[in-house]
T-cell receptor, first 115, second 113 residues
Framework: DGGITQSPKYLFRKEGQNVTLSCEQNLNHDAMYWYRQDPGQGLRLIYYSQIVNDFQKGDIAEGYSVSREKKESFPLTVTSAQKNPTAFYLC??????????????FGPGTRLTVL | AQSVTQLGSHVSVSEGALVLLRCNYS??????LFWYVQYPNQGLQLLLKYTTGATLVKGINGFEAEFKKSETSFHLTKPSAHMSDAAEYFC???????????FGSGTRLSIRP
């Protein structure tokens, strides 16, 4: 089955630690995205990548880092510089053929809690 | 600034009643429009989308939405609510093929027995 997988589903972090969230897709999509979701605030874009070895900051990139070494993988690192990292993190991908109607496909999410 | 607005953060309807979730966008140029559904602790799933052509779009699970340019709206409807429709619904807009998708703040739909 084609789709997007995120791991782990739940993640607990102590203050001051960096953690990495995994996102893998086998849809052969060029573009991948990371969103943060907080209650009542919808989705906010952290980083996105339209091609391997290239990525751009979204609206709330501070305290986060990403890499895109392979087309299938787009891991997100939450660094100790992120002051309020407790949230639900969603990874998405899209074909990104340059057509505006291409929808994004989402993974199941990772819930990060800072202890 | 370009935006998308979902009126009502929480909507409650009785089982069997009409579901109406509101979405308005902020451009005179017709954008690309999407509705997504999110069940608790899960990712988002596409319900339907409007790109061009017919303004009444049918989606999964019996939902449909109508693009109304004069009202800059893309409201989501379902004639008869089921208990399984309880979820969070997000309207999303893309104003051009070169721009990013903008998500609304979401509407939580509750279904009363």
């Amino acid at each position: 089955d084609g789709g997007i997988t995120q791991s782990p589903k739940y993640l607990f972090r102590k203050e001051g630690q960096n953690v990495t969230l995994s996102c893998e897709q086998n849809l052969n999509h060029d573009a991948m995205y990371w969103y943060r979701q907080d209650p009542g605030q919808g989705l906010r874009l952290i980083y996105y990548s339209q091609i391997v070895n290239d990525f751009q900051k979204g609206d709330i990139a501070e305290g986060y880092s990403v890499s895109r070494e392979k087309k299938e993988s787009f891991p997100l690192t939450v660094t100790s510089a992120q002051k309020n990292p407790t949230a639900f993190y969603l990874c998405a991908s899209s074909i990104d053929r340059g057509a505006g109607g291409d929808e994004q496909f989402f993974g199941p999410g990772t819930r990060l809690t800072v202890l | 600034a370009q935006s998308v607005t979902q009126l009502g953060s929480h909507v409650s309807v009785s089982e069997g009643a009409l579901v109406l979730l509101r979405c308005n966008y902020s451009s005179s140029v017709p954008p690309y429009l999407f509705w997504y559904v999110q069940y608790p602790n899960q990712g988002l799933q596409l319900l339907l989308k409007y790109t061009t052509g017919a303004t009444l779009v049918k989606g999964i699970n019996g939902f449909e939405a109508e693009f109304k340019k004069s009202e800059t709206s893309f409201h989501l409807t379902k004639p008869s609510a089921h208990m399984s429709d309880a979820a969070e619904y997000f309207c999303a807009v893309r104003y051009s093929s070169a721009s990013k998708i903008i998500f609304g703040s979401g509407t939580r739909l509750s279904i009363r027995p």
